[in-house]
């Protein structure tokens, strides 16, 4: 089984700041990782397939890069809507969910 | 607009069944994969289980492996999770969710269904 750790578990910052959230697979995964957004009450959104598409809607200032082990979600400029929980996402023989990074507006 | 709707979640005590079920309209159902997800209080995403478009072909976490049953009514443009031998950590809320093609990620989700197992 593919496990994915994201990093940090919370990110704390002020609008109109960058932020740049990690997740590193256990072993590759290609580009087969996407990004989702929960916000409190809600469903999860898909954000990001293929580890750098955006989903439809989704803003531009969200981008996703990296293949193999390695990917990155980056907000290019926080907005006090993006507060929420981002979770990474793959299939090997089965969907596995990183454990979410907390995005937190000051 | 791709919606989903799930029923039957409530409070069973551990070691009951439920079934839970998801129904679809706007899209062409027996097309795509469909999956459940759970969420328990306060924690994060636990992929449950899935099926193909047609129902031949189901997975299963091994949490859950030998007492869920994922099934699925084309007909019907519904999904089903069966449920049984619920212990207190089935808890959560649980999601049906549409594949957005071929084993590809989650483009749909419906609200969520709440399921307590508790005496």
């Known amino acids: 089984e593919i496990v994915l750790t994201q990093s940090p578990a919370t990110l704390s910052l002020s609008p109109g700041e960058r932020a740049t959230l990690s997740c590193r697979a256990s072993?590759?995964?290609?580009?087969?990782l996407a990004w989702y957004q929960q916000k409190p009450g809600q469903a999860p959104r898909l954000i990001i397939y293929?580890?750098?598409n955006r989903a439809t809607g989704v803003p531009a200032r969200f981008s996703g890069s990296g293949s193999g082990t390695d990917f990155t979600l980056t907000i290019s400029s926080l907005e006090p809507e993006d507060s929420a929980v981002y979770y990474c996402q793959q299939r090997s023989t089965w969907w596995t969910f990183g454990q979410g990074t907390k995005v937190e507006i000051k | 607009e791709v919606q989903l709707v799930e029923s039957g979640g409530g409070l069973v005590q551990p070691g009951g069944s439920l079934r839970l079920s998801c129904a679809a309209s706007?899209?062409?159902?027996?097309?795509?994969?469909m999956n459940w997800v759970r969420q328990a209080p306060g924690k994060g995403l636990e992929w449950v289980s899935a099926?193909?478009?047609?129902?031949?072909?189901?997975y299963y976490a091994d949490s859950v492996k030998g007492r869920f049953t994922i099934s699925r009514d084309n007909s019907k443009d519904t999904l089903y999770l069966q449920m049984s031998s619920l212990r207190a950590e089935d808890t959560a809320i649980y999601y049906c969710?549409?594949?957005?093609?071929?084993?590809?990620?989650?483009?749909?989700w419906g609200q969520g269904t709440l399921v307590t197992v508790s005496s």
């Open positions: 969710a549409k594949e957005g093609g071929h084993a590809k990620p989650f483009d749909s």
């Open positions: 706007e899209f062409t159902f027996s097309s795509y994969g």
């Open positions: 293929d580890a750098s």
């Open positions: 099926i193909s478009g047609g129902g031949g072909h189901t």
């Open positions: 072993q590759s995964v290609s580009s087969n």
